[in-house]
């Protein structure tokens, strides 16, 4: 059983900054950051190997957002700039056995959100 635990996440102006941290329980899992929208299925927004040596990132944020983990603490992290008003969701920690896709990922966090205002 793998726990997840977000913070951070908040309110910000469009073209600002804002970092996710989450602290998971288990190790050598793939970890990733997820977010949805009212209305919306949950959308992959960037993975990382369990060795951090692979990061995957979906399109709308590639450039924007970096994904990154620190194995010792049992923390990954989301870096977010040039932040956008449709960037404005609800985001989840997520882990997994593999890294090869967004689905079937098995545990959650509950969830941090980010708001972001013109």
């Known amino acids: 059983q793998v726990q997840l635990v977000e913070s951070g996440g908040g309110s910000v102006q469009v073209g600002g900054s804002l970092s996710l941290s989450c602290a998971a329980s288990g190790y050598s899992y793939c970890l990733g950051w997820f977010r949805q929208v009212p209305g919306k299925e949950r959308e992959g927004v960037a993975r990382?190997?369990?060795?951090?040596?692979?990061?995957y990132y979906d399109a709308s944020v590639k450039g924007r957002f970096t994904i990154s983990r620190d194995n010792a603490k049992n923390t990954v992290s989301l870096q977010m700039n040039s932040l956008k008003p449709e960037d404005t969701a609800m985001y989840y920690c997520a882990a997994h056995p593999f890294c090869s896709s967004w689905s079937g990922w098995s545990y959650w966090g509950q969830g941090t959100q980010v708001t972001v205002s013109s």
């Open positions: 990382i190997s369990p060795s951090g040596g692979g990061t």
